[in-house]
């Protein structure tokens, strides 16, 4: 089971304090006293929520119906908290889900292979972060270490202040992949329970070249390299102001001000940034590498500092990556201006 990223209303605490907010949240993953909202066995599912689990699962009207007065009847079911509920809804939300259908969502994930026929886990990129609670047979740092092949003392372990028993180790993307890996080909029927850290969106802007760049081409090709002796790609890396192109909430002044805590009104200017298109994710829009032609709609804002930056790439989290764009100032006579976005990479 995968737990995801904290609410965007927990990212100041989340960012002084990750790694204690994940621990309570994991240690309540499964307790009994976890309850769900509204529902019960005794009660028809509403009009609503049928469609929901018909629409999420795939079921038939009448299927997703009966599966809903079987999941509540079903005293063994797994629970959630409030807290958990909390800590999960910004990531599973925008995939349709609620409080209701998530745990029956993991219950059907985690059983959908058997302990002698189970798919290969994908591969995690390296940047994404997770806490791994300790459980047989990998309930020590140095079972761990020989699994993810990183020696023991590169690793941390945290414990629950409420629950001793309970240890947790941060591990990069390659490290639950190899978990995962591990306990698949073992054939045992142990359940891995992870947790995603919520991180920056990376940045990592090439510096003789213009990658990475929104659009269809490959940047990192040799004829898209610039000459070092007499260009240098724009933006820079750390170059400061540096114009972003937003397209979505960030094109509120309201929640630019807010995010930003800036004293006065943002200033942002209409624009349209070539070579992009937007995708849905779940029930938001992601920037992701259009075609030649495609262009979006939105603002162009001028980013003052690191600390802005910084910001901006948290509330983003890594499932974007900052990358240059050509951004197209509206009413500016066809003005084009060398900026950056955050495009799509993947949840």
Not at 100 to 111: A, D, F, G, T, V
Not at 156 to 185: C, F, M, P, R
Not at 233 to 243: C, I, M, S
Request: glycine share 6%; with cysteine; net charge negative.
């Amino acid at each position: 089971m995968e737990l995801l990223a904290s609410l965007e209303t927990m990212a100041e605490n989340a960012a002084a304090s990750p790694t204690s907010t994940l621990l309570s949240n994991l240690s309540s993953t499964n307790t009994s006293e976890s309850t769900f909202t509204s529902n019960d066995s005794s009660s028809d599912p509403h009009h609503g929520q049928v469609e929901r689990w018909a629409r999420l699962f795939p079921l038939t009207t009448v299927e997703a119906e009966t599966e809903i007065k079987a999941h509540y009847s079903d005293l063994t079911r797994l629970r959630i908290s409030n807290q958990h509920w909390a800590f999960v809804r910004e990531d599973i939300e925008p995939q349709g889900h609620d409080k209701e259908s998530y745990p029956y969502y993991l219950m059907k994930h985690n059983s959908r292979t058997t302990c002698s026929q189970r798919r290969k886990p994908a591969t995690k990129s390296p940047e994404f972060r997770y806490i791994f609670k300790l459980v047989t047979p990998l309930d020590t740092l140095e079972k761990i270490a020989s699994v993810i092949q990183s020696p023991a003392s590169a690793l941390k372990l945290h414990t629950d202040q409420d629950d001793s028993s309970q240890q947790y180790v941060e591990i990069d993307g390659n490290a639950k992949s190899l978990i995962e890996a591990y306990i698949e080909s073992s054939g045992l029927c142990t359940r891995p329970i992870f947790a995603s850290v919520r991180a920056h969106a990376p940045k990592d802007l090439c510096s003789h070249s213009l990658s990475p760049q929104l659009g269809p081409h490959d940047t990192t090709v040799p004829h898209f390299r610039l000459d070092k002796a007499t260009c240098t790609p724009r933006p820079t890396q750390d170059g400061y102001p540096v114009p972003y192109f937003f397209y979505g909430t960030l094109g509120a002044p309201e929640k630019l001000s807010s995010l930003l805590n800036l004293d006065v009104q943002p200033i942002l200017h209409p624009a349209v940034v070539k070579g992009g298109k937007i995708m849905t994710w779940g029930k938001y829009r992601a920037l992701v590498d259009g075609d030649e032609g495609d262009e979006v709609v939105g603002w162009m804002y001028e980013v003052q500092n690191r600390e802005h930056e910084d910001a901006l790439r948290f509330y983003e989290g890594s499932a974007y990556e900052v990358v240059r764009c050509d951004v197209e100032m509206v009413g500016g006579g066809g003005m084009v201006v060398r900026g950056l976005t955050f495009r799509f990479r993947g949840a």
